[in-house]
């Protein structure tokens, strides 16, 4: 039976993925700007000063004057056998850039979703567990302030607090250079919403478990009340709070993107932007390409990780 949902699954993923890489296609050649002129290392200011003809003669150097479909047939097949291009900035392989970027990426996502699992389960057993006290209330602010508060406004809050005013973590830098301290700051500021998330489903699963006759049948047994709640209330409650633990993995890639950007972390998301300002298509599509495989893949095991979690769910 899992074999077959698993099968099933992969062959819906393919359309998704398909979908992903037009996405991608269609984001480099939408953004403003020439690639032509990018990869002549012009700015616009130099752009007068170009040769209509020497700009036509790198459009078809690049293949930027074939036809859209051609363009898209010849990168998807490309893309398919791992090759992204040459940037037209760098004149290095996309792919090379790309997978020099990805470990930052994924150690940040890594780092983010443990401390966004660790709190947001905490505080929502807190919050469950001592329902209408003080401890609920606190519990329950500190989650509606994590979903209402913008990832990257939170960042700037945390520079400005523990990087210039109190100088405890660098301003930017990569784990090469400073170790953990690089990523303290960049992990704080992505894991404020999906923790709140998480407190917030982990609190209504959380009491929906509490209020069943199984946990009034282990009380009366004599079991320790901790016992209840962390052994038969945990993992009864814990299901619907696998989903959106995978989910917001998937979605931490966009919260990354700017607060790669805005700590100076050498990963995907500060490869993208600059790609775009560099208006290098190739790098863009390379980028948004492996984001959008990584969030389509998230979710595929998402769902595999649900089924083997709840087998009911097979059926």
Not at 25 to 50: C, Q, R
Not at 173 to 193: Q, V
Request: hydrophobic residues 55%.
């Amino acid at each position: 039976m899992l074999r077959t949902v698993l099968l099933r699954r992969l062959l819906f993923s393919i359309p998704t993925l398909l979908g992903v890489a037009t996405l991608a296609f269609m984001l480099g050649h939408m953004s403003p700007g020439d690639p032509a002129i990018a990869a002549m290392g012009l700015d616009l200011e130099g752009y007068s000063s170009v040769e209509p003809e020497e700009l036509e003669r790198v459009r078809e150097e690049l293949g930027l004057n074939k036809p859209i479909v051609v363009q898209y047939v010849g990168w998807l097949t490309r893309a398919l056998q791992g090759d992204f291009g040459t940037s037209y900035v760098s004149t290095i392989e996309v792919s090379e850039l790309v997978f020099e970027a990805l470990p930052t990426t994924m150690l940040l996502l890594v780092m983010t979703m443990s401390v966004a699992i660790v709190v947001g389960i905490s505080l929502g057993i807190v919050s469950a567990v001592f329902k209408g006290r003080r401890a609920d209330y606190i519990a329950r602010m500190i989650a509606i302030i994590g979903v209402s508060t913008p990832t990257f406004w939170f960042a700037l809050v945390l520079m400005l607090c523990f990087a210039v005013a109190i100088p405890i973590f660098p301003v930017n830098g990569s784990f090469d250079e400073f170790g953990w301290k690089a990523m303290a700051l960049p992990t704080m500021a992505i894991a404020l919403h999906p923790a709140a998330l998480i407190a917030r489903m982990m609190r209504s699963s959380m009491l929906e478990v509490l209020s069943q006759d199984m946990i009034r049948t282990a009380t009366a047994k004599g079991l320790s009340k901790w016992r209840v709640y962390m052994v038969h209330g945990l993992r009864n409650a814990i299901n619907p709070v696998v989903t959106v633990i995978g989910f917001q993995f998937a979605n931490l890639m966009g919260g990354a993107v700017a607060v790669e950007f805005i700590f100076s972390l050498p990963g995907l998301g500060s490869l993208l932007i600059e790609g775009i300002y560099e208006k290098d298509i190739l790098v863009i599509q390379g980028a948004v390409l492996v984001i959008g495989v990584a969030f389509a893949l998230t979710n595929l095991l998402v769902d595999l990780l649900y089924m083997i979690i709840d087998p009911r769910i097979r059926i």
